[in-house]
Each structure stands twice: as C-alpha cells, then as structure tokens.
C-alpha cells in the first residue's frame, strides 16, 4: 500500500494477510505544505488478478492564521499558593502579563505567536494574601518562520 501526492501519507494495511470476510483498516492522511488544490493516488497491491487497487485522493491545502503555540508546564509550587501569574515578552525587562486572572493550573498555551519571533517566558506563584512570588528562570522560545 502507498499514497502518491503532495502531502498525502498513508499507514495500516502493510504486510497483512486477510481471508474472505475480514477486514483491514487503512489510514489516509493529509497534511498540505502549501495552499491550493492538489491530487494524490492510494494504491494497493494484493494477489487479486486485479491488483493494484487504485483509490484517487484530493485535498485543498488552505492558510492557517495562525497555526504556532507554545505550550508551558511548570512544577507546582511547594508553597500554599492560589495560582500562577505567566509574562511574555521579546526582550529581557520587556514583559508583559499574559492572564488576568490567577490560573491555578500549572500549564498555560500562548497562541497568540507569530511566526519567526523569539519569546521569552516567566511565571510567578501568588498567595491567598495576592503576595506574588519572585519570577521563575526565564525561558526562551524561537518561533519558526514558516
């Protein structure tokens, strides 16, 4: 089994033995590198005098907005603490909150990125008191251009 065209791939169905009645799942994916239309072929080979089995495919690649994220976990704090505080910014000194709201998760997804732009990234812990903590190391995240 094999699919041809721009962006499509294939899996499932190698190297399988079926009898009569059962199945087998195949999998066609379609991942465009560029927008527009394009076409592609998933062909399957078998013993069967008509071998193969040809299957035409289509896809229209279409332009995301924005399609980076970054996705940051922290460890939760030792300290009693209601949540956290995440600052975004380009430039060390240059940051901003990102929530307005304390965010008692320890995870937070930024995907208002742009492409080709570097990041930098801290957390703080707040209290019940609204006592925030000293920033975390800072972290550092380059988005591609592409």
């Known amino acids: ?21 059962q ?3 195949v999998s066609v994916s379609f991942e465009p590198t560029e927008t527009g239309s394009t076409k592609g072929k998933l062909s399957i080979s078998s013993s069967a ?5 040809t299957i035409a495919l289509s896809g229209q690649g ?4 924005n399609q980076h994220a970054v996705a940051l976990q922290w460890q939760a704090s030792t300290s009693q603490v ?7 910014g380009t430039a060390t000194g240059d940051l901003s909150k990102l929530n307005s709201s304390v ?3 320890t995870s937070f997804t930024d995907s208002a990125v742009a492409a080709g732009q570097t990041y930098i990234y801290e957390v703080t ?10 920033s975390s190391n800072p972290v550092t995240v380059s ?4």
């Open 1 to 21: 089994m094999s699919a041809t065209g721009t962006g499509f791939s294939a899996s499932g169905g190698s190297d399988v033995t079926i009898t009569p009645a």
């Open 23 to 25: 199945s087998v799942t």
């Open 49 to 53: 005098s008509s071998s193969p089995l």
């Open 62 to 65: 279409v332009e995301r907005e």
């Open 82 to 88: 209601i949540g956290y505080f995440i600052y975004r």
């Open 103 to 105: 965010d008692p998760s």
């Open 125 to 134: 812990s707040v209290n019940s008191n609204n006592v925030e903590s000293a």
């Open 143 to 146: 988005i591609p251009s592409r």
